[in-house]
């Protein structure tokens, strides 16, 4: 069950510099003394709601016993006459009548605070944008709408209850997990801000695969850039680097997981750290196309870099070389493609046609997509005699496998083609996740989207989600590189600083105050059926091995009420958004429509 909340008063509820304000009050007694304040509110153009009447409604209203009608209930003035209101009437409830309380709410919590008053003892009615600015030139219309507005939070802020907000400590320490470009460029930054970084790389080495052979424009510079980061981190003392290791587990929370690493010995060593950083990176794939991985005569666009870097006589003997683009990308099975797929494919055109200028080399593309490749190395392939068919758009070049590694392939394009045979083909083929992320996602509770790579906050629950591109829903992981999609290395960098701030950002403030609007389950009352567990969409359910009875951690827990909803024994509650709370709402509005 939730933890305990800390004893009212604690300086840690609430908005406002807490060190100046005074104990807080109970706010439990009964009958409740509330008062409503109407806010004229953008008083520069013109109001359909008459605000006279909406306070001669209030002041009807049941344990209303103060009304006031203010300019600005969110500025100076305004703030002013809540708090002396609040101690001259002794008032344990606020209503503002006024705008959103999206933006405005924090402000009036902290009056409330420093009048003495829990800030979660305030209701607002948003008599604005859902009255005023709903009905304009309509005067009637939008008074009886924002005089039930009024009604109805009224009957709310009755049954509101005093609600603490924890305070947790944060460690310093950040998990990287992945030794790519990106993860070591997170390392180095979080370092350089005096944070204690773990850098998990399940290879035997840094680099990812930027070290790889590569050919395209720009691989050299890579690849040096990755050893010269790796010398960096030899270096610094901040980061300690597992090679060969792997991520065998996690828990806790944002700015304290527990997690464990085993090394390539098998020897699990323990790790306490505040963020996490997820740059694993993606992978060539192999799809099972063109007797890839069956043939000899048929490869990958990156085995053919190898191939030409250690001179293979194989290669050097080939006369016809066929490539096909985007083979597997971008089809049922895979939508995307490796977005540098391109540039190598090229660049290796290029490096065969410049080893052997008597050499065919055919490259073969979709009609319908154009190269993202830079235009002078493509000019350069076309200048060494490089031919480039395109074939109709979905329908690929049909391979026919013969006795050793000659190939026959057949472009699908409208009219005839001919047999080109080809000694060697050369599959483009799609940047998939690396090895081990559906495992990782599931050990830190994080999603994945259909093409596998791992997926930021759901656009549909966090509307925000745009404004964070490198943070997962789960509060303290962050995510940067190719793990998140395939990445060009000045996109992987980018991110890798970004995610490294956002995560040093979180750590910097050594203590963390959860949210006290949270869910809490009545154990008492649960019947372990699993449905908490499983409609959450941050995963923060579970079921606590001792009690065997599901468990939520407020410091977690976003209050989005989803498993609160879907609970078939009603033994989760909503805290500031209660069963009561919501059924004497709509009994105040059912009471007023009639």
């Known amino acids: 069950a939730a933890r305990a909340a800390a004893p009212p008063g604690t300086p840690s509820a609430g908005a406002g510099p807490a060190a100046t304000a005074p104990p807080q009050r109970d706010g439990r007694r009964e009958p409740p003394r509330m008062g409503v304040f109407v806010c004229r509110c953008d008083s520069t153009r013109p109001n359909p709601v008459d605000l006279d009447e909406v306070a001669r409604t209030a002041a009807a209203l049941p344990d209303v016993v103060h009304v006031e009608t203010v300019d600005y209930a969110c500025r100076a003035d305004g703030l002013a006459t809540i708090r002396a209101a609040i101690g001259q009437q002794d008032l344990d409830r606020v209503i503002v009548a006024g705008c959103s309380p999206r933006v405005k709410e924090p402000a009036i919590q902290g009056a409330l605070r420093q009048a003495g008053l829990n800030p979660f003892l305030l209701e607002m009615a948003n008599i604005r944008e859902h009255a005023a600015w709903a009905h304009v030139g309509q005067p009637r219309q939008a008074t009886a709408k924002a005089c039930n507005l009024v009604c109805m939070a009224a009957a709310r802020a009755r049954l509101l209850e005093p609600l603490q907000r924890r305070e947790t400590p944060l460690g310093d320490a950040a998990l ?17 801000m005096d944070h204690p970084v773990h850098l998990v790389e399940r290879g035997p080495r840094l680099g990812g695969r930027a070290l790889h052979p590569d050919t395209s424009a720009g691989a050299r510079t890579a690849a040096d850039h990755a050893l010269g980061l790796a010398r960096r981190l030899s270096d610094e003392p901040a980061v300690t680097v597992h090679l060969g290791a792997e991520l065998t587990r996690s828990e806790g929370f944002a700015g304290d997981f527990v997690s464990s690493v085993r090394g390539p010995d098998g020897e699990v060593a323990t790790v306490e750290h505040g963020a996490i950083v997820v740059a694993t990176g993606a992978r060539e794939g192999r799809p099972a196309l063109y007797g890839l991985g069956t043939q000899a005569g048929v490869v990958t666009q990156s085995e053919a870099a190898r191939l030409l870097a250690d001179d293979d006589p194989g290669l050097a003997a080939a006369d016809r070389i066929a490539m096909v683009l985007c083979a597997g990308a971008r089809d049922e099975s895979t939508a995307c493609c490796s977005r540098a797929s391109c540039a190598q494919a090229i660049g290796n055109a290029v490096r065969l046609k410049e ?53 026959e392939a057949r472009p699908t394009a409208g009219g005839d083609s001919p047999v080109v045979p080809a000694d060697l083909l050369v599959l483009t083929t799609p940047t998939v996740p690396s090895e081990g992320t559906e495992a990782l996602a599931a050990l830190l509770g994080v999603p994945l989207d259909d093409d596998g790579f791992f ?73 372990a059926c699993l449905t908490c567990v499983r409609v959450c969409p941050f995963g923060v359910p579970v079921i606590d091995p001792e009690v065997r009875k599901a468990s939520i951690e407020p410091a977690i827990c976003k209050g989005c009420g989803i498993c609160v909803s879907q609970c078939p024994v009603k033994a989760i509650e909503l805290h500031h958004s209660t069963d009561a709370q919501i059924l004497a709402v709509e009994e105040a509005l059912f009471t007023e429509v009639s």
Not at 176 to 192: C, N
Not at 391 to 398: E, F, T, V
Not at 466 to 495: D, K
């Open 176 to 192: 990287v997990v992945g030794g790519g470009v990106a993860g070591m460029t997170a390392a180095l930054a979080l370092a350089a």
């Open 355 to 407: 080893e052997r200028p008597e050499r065919e080399v055919v490259v073969w593309r979709d009609a319908a997509r154009p190269f993202a490749v830079d235009r002078d190395l493509l000019a350069r392939a076309q200048e060494l005699g490089v031919v480039f068919d395109d074939y109709a758009p979905g329908a690929a070049p049909r391979v026919v496998l013969k006795d050793g590694p000659v190939l």
């Open 455 to 527: 997926r930021l906050s759901d656009r549909d629950l966090s509307p925000d989600a745009n404004l964070r591109p490198v943070e997962f829903a789960r509060e303290g992981i962050y995510l940067c590189g190719a793990a998140a999609y395939p990445t060009s290395l000045p996109e992987a960098i980018t991110q890798a600083y970004a995610a490294a701030g956002r995560a040093a950002a979180l750590l910097v403030r050594r203590v963390r105050t959860a949210a006290a609007t949270v869910s809490e389950v009545d154990q008492d009352q649960c019947v």
